[in-house]
């Protein structure tokens, strides 16, 4: 079994900074895909950053070029860099992984737009991220 534990969310100003983190414990499997996810209140929750064991990367078009998923194996932590910060990106941010070999293959075929949150299998409990204007 694997543990996920968000970490790094707080408020910030529009235009700024923050770096959130999931720190994975547990089984750690060599194959996998992970991910960013958010939930804004009275909205669904949304793919943010895909990134897989290879470091391929996947962005939602909304975050591109603010957003930086990256991943340390050494301390078996995924991060999520966000830059530019805008009132819109507030929202309770998950990371979930999936190990599943068919699973990540049907995430690698559709894509961040397409995939669904139930499409991975561990979740972390969530961080709070605020931006205000």
């Known amino acids: 079994q694997v543990q996920l534990v968000e970490s790094g969310g707080g408020s910030v100003q529009a235009g700024g900074s923050l770096r959130i983190s999931c720190a994975a414990s547990?089984?750690?499997?060599?194959?996998?895909?992970m991910g960013w996810f958010r939930q804004a209140p009275g909205k669904e929750r949304e793919g943010v950053a895909h990134?897989?064991?290879?470091?391929?990367?996947l962005y939602r078009e909304s975050v591109k070029g603010r957003f930086t998923i990256s991943k340390d194996n050494a301390k078996n932590t995924l991060y999520l860099e966000m830059n530019n910060l805008n009132p819109e990106d507030t929202a309770i941010y998950y990371c979930a992984a999936e190990y599943d070999p068919i699973k990540m293959a049907l995430i690698h075929a559709l894509g961040i737009v397409k995939t669904f949150s139930n499409d991975f299998t561990y979740w972390g409990q969530g961080t709070q991220v605020t931006v205000s204007s």
């Open positions: 547990g089984y750690i499997h060599s194959n996998y895909y």
């Open positions: 990134i897989d064991s290879d470091g391929n990367t």
